[in-house]
């Protein structure tokens, strides 16, 4: 549908269908139109320090964006990552359309590797945030840090009554690295997250709960800890994005270079994952669902470690049954 991106790494929809795309390297954000395919720069956002996995990472639309016009955005400083939001002008000129950044929330830790970076607004209309522990494997069973954990706080950043902890908007905790943040059918959380050397996993995210990084990869049992519902090989997965469509949660895979449909029966999984686009498109890093019961796919072939040809990056639009 869309060719020639540059680090692509978030994907948000406009109220209209149109989406937003954020990249990683460069700091832009782009406008696609979802009939023609037609790319749009709105402008950078300031203050985006790029470098190694860190840089414009998620990108969010609010459900106040109507009244409000407002777009939020993860990335990485010089000093940490952080959220910020910009006003969408819509009626100025392209390249001159974003506002000054607002930041609604700071100090997530920063590193070479493992900044998370997916951020999404729940069915509660509160922001869920997806962060990673730098490479700092302590941090994430360290509850006064916010890296390796799931975040959750209101649209201005603050916490939200009823988080595991007052004033605390850590929601879990335990991951080594959260890259897919996702709501099925009965509001249910999910998150994609990196293993190290054996085990990526999928996780069913529940307040509070200790997901075991690093005394746990995978399917561990171990007590105080929560087991993934599915796992995989890192060399089949390494998964970024996840959405919810059709009765089953789709997973896109950076290593391995396909998209996963994993069938869901409630809180379990109906039969074993299904890999789709093995190879075809190379690195997958983000999966939305356009709300018609088909995908929006993003390719990361450009993002330092594939093998980029002359159309990508690029964003497919899939029909899934």
């Known amino acids: 549908m869309t060719e020639g991106l540059d680090s692509p790494w978030g994907l948000a929809a406009l109220p209209d269908g149109d989406l937003l795309v954020s990249s990683r390297d460069s700091g832009k954000i782009f406008r696609v139109s979802a009939e023609s395919g037609k790319k749009t720069e709105l402008g950078s956002v300031p203050g985006v320090s790029a470098g190694g996995e860190g840089g414009l990472l998620g990108i969010a639309v609010p459900p106040s964006y109507g009244v409000d ?10 000093s940490d990552n952080r959220i910020a939001r910009l006003v969408y ?52 069973q360290d509850k006064e840090s916010l890296g390796g954990k799931i975040l959750r706080m209101t649209p201005d950043g603050e916490p939200v009554h009823g988080n595991p902890e007052a004033d605390s908007v850590v929601y879990s905790y335990g991951h080594r ?114 709300g018609s019961g088909g995908l929006w796919l993003v390719t990361s072939e450009t993002d330092g470690r594939g093998s980029p040809g002359k159309k990508d990056d690029r964003i497919l639009h899939l029909k899934v049954s």
């Open 89 to 140: 002008n819509e009626d100025k000129p392209a390249g001159g359309q974003l506002g000054a950044p607002d930041t609604v929330f700071r100090g997530i830790p920063k590193g070479v590797t493992h900044n998370g970076g997916r951020i999404a607004f729940g069915p509660d209309k509160m922001l869920y945030v997806g962060t990673g522990e730098s490479g700092e494997r302590g941090l994430a």
């Open 69 to 78: 016009h407002m777009i939020y955005a993860y990335f990485t400083t010089e």
């Open 177 to 290: 690295n959260v890259q897919g943040l996702a709501w099925d059918a009965e509001k249910r959380l999910w998150a994609s997250e990196f293993g190290q050397d054996t085990w990526d996993e999928l996780n069913l995210i529940r307040p509070g709960r200790n997901y075991g990084w690093p005394e746990a990869e995978g399917k561990s049992k171990q007590s105080g800890t929560t087991d993934p519902v599915a796992q995989w090989k890192t060399s089949e997965a390494s998964p970024s994005g996840i959405a919810f469509a059709k009765g089953s949660i789709w997973m896109a895979s950076l290593r391995g270079e396909r998209l996963w449909r994993i069938p869901m029966d409630g809180t379990r999984p109906l039969a074993e994952p299904q890999a789709f686009l093995t190879g075809d498109y190379g690195r997958l890093r983000t999966v939305l669902a356009d």
